[in-house]
């Protein structure tokens, strides 16, 4: 049972209204007793003065435990965007 459990593979079907995702540039995240909240949305930053309106694109209810387990996935791939940026952006040495 334990070499079927690290064999399966995770297929994802995604509608194909889905398939693009939305744009977000903005977030809020909040709590309750039983869930987190994640509200995602898009805002106009040109604006300087007055009302700033954001247009809601996306809001995902989780676990407490989902939510521990998807900041430890953001943090280990930001790690890894950051590193591999790293790589990218080192100065070129000229060796002549």
């Not at 990218?88 to 040495?93: D, H, I, S």
């Amino acid at each position: 049972m334990e070499d079927e459990d690290q064999h399966r593979q995770l297929n994802l079907h995604v509608d194909p209204d889905n398939f693009a995702g939305v744009y977000a540039n903005w977030a809020s995240v909040n709590f309750s007793d039983y869930e987190f909240t994640i509200t995602f949305g898009r805002m106009e930053p040109e604006i300087d003065e007055g009302d700033v309106n954001v247009v809601v694109v996306s809001r995902i209810n989780l676990s407490h435990r989902f939510m521990r387990e998807l900041i430890d996935a953001m943090t280990d791939n930001w790690s890894k965007w950051t590193a591999r940026e790293g790589i990218r952006n080192l100065p070129e040495t000229n060796d002549d």
